[in-house]
Nanobody, 115 residues
Framework: QVQLVESGGGLVQPGGSLRLSCAAS????????MGWYRQAPGKERELVAR???????NYADSVKGRFTISRDNAKNTVYLQMNSLKPEDTAVYYC?????????WGQGTQVTVSS
């Protein structure tokens, strides 16, 4: 059974930083692309960043230059470094494993940016 467990969320002031982690188990982590999504209250879930099997990253325009996605295949973990956080980054952040036909989601971790 494939499982994803996110950690690292919390409350941070505008301009601050957080690093989210997503640890995977139950599969060969290195062969799958991974993504971070977020969902704010009353809004649809949106893709924040994605990293391919070979490490190629892609970002939503709203986070380019502020967020960095990375992966450590030896630790079966994907990270999201978030800098220069804004109140509009407040959301539940979800990790996603792109297994064709049966994507896997983590439980989510809350990020709140507020003074």
């Amino acid at each position: 059974q494939v499982q994803l467990v996110e950690s690292g969320g919390g409350l941070v002031q505008p301009g601050g930083s957080l690093r989210l982690s997503c640890a995977a188990s139950g599969t060969i982590f290195s062969i799958w692309a991974m993504g971070w999504y977020r969902q704010a209250p009353g809004k649809e879930r949106e893709l924040v960043a994605r990293i391919g099997q070979f490490g190629t990253p892609n970002y939503a325009d709203s986070v380019k230059g502020r967020f960095t996605i990375s992966r450590d295949n030896a630790k079966n973990t994907v990270y999201l470094q978030m800098n220069s956080l804004k109140p509009e980054d407040t959301a539940v952040y979800y990790c996603n494993m792109e297994i064709p036909g049966r994507p896997v989601w983590g439980q989510g971790t809350q990020v709140t940016v507020s003074s």
